[in-house]
């Protein structure tokens, strides 16, 4: 039988839960790549860009004065180690933006997504994102889309600057604060990590926990979280 939880809000993961994970680690970020050398120097009065710089300075060590290419360096070995620094997450933000207004990038969701999403929406729950990925890249990955633009189903975007990080209760606290408040089991998180799962059910969220085939954390251990293959395996319902 489909399992059915009630709530009001759908919080959502993307990599993993919404986009296969090869959608961001080999389509975005090897678009990203070769990029972020050329969007810096390009750059040089930007604020985001002159932040992000400044910080990735200071967590890798290197000197203020530290050329583009040190930068770099520093930036494409965090993307190899798949390590989610916010202001790698910013760079590459922007980068995608200009990629997805471009269309030289189209964001592809599992076939199961978008038609959930809609049914959600139309259903009259309310929509929002929790990811690594900058609300700047966020948007503009749901701005250009194989199903089109999907920016109107989502009421927020939640990234690591403006909720904190994803292993940490206090980030979905800081959420449910920023969509209005609703008391937290009227909140569903749906997400591929089994952490990120235990920190949302940690503030008191309901937590399903997408063991997608293929996917990274397909065999994972997802402890007392519901868990689903696929947004076909359940249902959210309105709460009264
Ligand atoms: C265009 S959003 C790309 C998502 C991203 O950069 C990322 O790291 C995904 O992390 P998530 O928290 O959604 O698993
Ligand atoms: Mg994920």
Redesign the pocket.
């Known amino acids: 039988m489909t399992d059915t939880l009630s709530a009001q809000w759908v919080v959502l993961?993307?990599?993993?839960?919404?986009?296969p994970?090869a959608g961001?680690h080999v389509v975005?970020?090897d678009y990203a790549r070769p990029r972020l050398g050329p969007w810096i120097d390009a750059h040089p009065t930007d604020p985001v860009v002159v932040a992000a710089v400044a910080r990735v300075k200071a967590e890798a060590g290197l000197p203020a004065d530290a050329d583009t290419a040190a930068v770099v360096a520093v930036l494409h070995g965090w993307m190899a180690a798949?390590r989610?620094a916010a202001p790698l997450?910013e760079l590459?933000?922007l980068i995608?933006q200009d990629g997805?207004a471009r269309r030289d990038l189209v964001?592809e969701y599992f076939p199961d997504v978008v038609p959930a999403l809609r049914g959600w929406d139309e259903a009259g729950l309310k929509l929002a994102?929790?990811?690594?990925?900058?609300v700047a890249?966020?948007i503009?990955?749901f701005s250009t889309t194989t199903e089109g633009d999907l920016t109107t189903l989502f009421r927020h975007h939640f990234?690591?600057v403006n909720a904190g990080p994803?292993r940490e209760a206090a980030s979905y606290a800081a959420i449910a604060e920023g969509i209005g408040g609703p008391t937290p089991p009227r909140i569903v998180f749906l997400?591929?990590?089994p952490a990120?799962l235990d920190a949302a059910a940690e503030a008191g969220w309901q937590t399903v926990g997408l063991a997608r085939a293929g996917e990274p954390y397909a065999d994972a251990d997802f402890g007392d979280h519901r868990v689903a293959k696929s947004f076909d395996d359940f249902r959210i319902v309105p709460d009264a």
């Open positions: 993961d993307i990599e993993g839960t919404l986009m994970t961001v975005l970020y798949d989610k997450k590459q933000g995608w997805y964001s994102v929790f990811s690594s990925g900058s890249g966020q503009a990955s990234d690591t994803k997400s591929d990590v990120e």
